[in-house]
Structure formats: C-alpha cells, structure tokens
C-alpha cells in the first residue's frame, strides 16, 4: 500500500487549479515533503536524472509555487548551491 505524506497531500490540494505535468508533480511534492532542498537532492529523491529536475525547478518557480531558498553546501562537492522551498513556507519563516 502506498501511504502519501500529509504535506504531499496539502501541496496536491493547494495547487488543484493548476495542471502540472507529472515530473513538474514530483519535484513540486519531493519540495514540499523535504524542503528546503537543492536539485540534486530532489534528483537522488525521486530518482529523476538532474536534467529533469533542474528545468522543472524552473517552471515552478516561473509559475511561482517555488521560491529559492537558503544556500545549502553539498555534501560531495562542498559548493553552494540554491535550495527551494514553497513560497508559503518562506512566508512562515518569515513571519514565525
């Protein structure tokens, strides 16, 4: 049996109106279970190449469901890199 999160549950709801492709659905889910996150991580997490997961971080962001959010270190490289969270997340933090 396939149990969903709570949260992916949240963000399918919140963003019903929309039509998101099914990549585009997986990052938007992976952001909102594991944010803040970077690319790469929501590429080992959903097991999408980071050549998809990187133009669709994208359209999210275009279509403003995401927003970036703290730099991050990886942690086989040791660079910054720009993590994602939900824009209503972001404005939790911020008023918290």
Known sequence: MLMML???L???YSIS???LGLKQQMVYDCIVDFQPCTNKEISVRT???I???T???FELREMGLVVPGPELID????RKCVSW???NRTELIRNG
């Open 51 to 53: 050549n998809c997961v």
């Open 75 to 78: 942690g086989h490289t040791k």
């Open 85 to 87: 969270m939900t824009k």
């Open 6 to 8: 709570q949260t992916s």
């Open 10 to 12: 949240d963000a399918y």
């Open 55 to 57: 133009p669709r971080t």
């Open 17 to 19: 109106d929309l039509e």
């Open 47 to 49: 097991g999408l190449p």
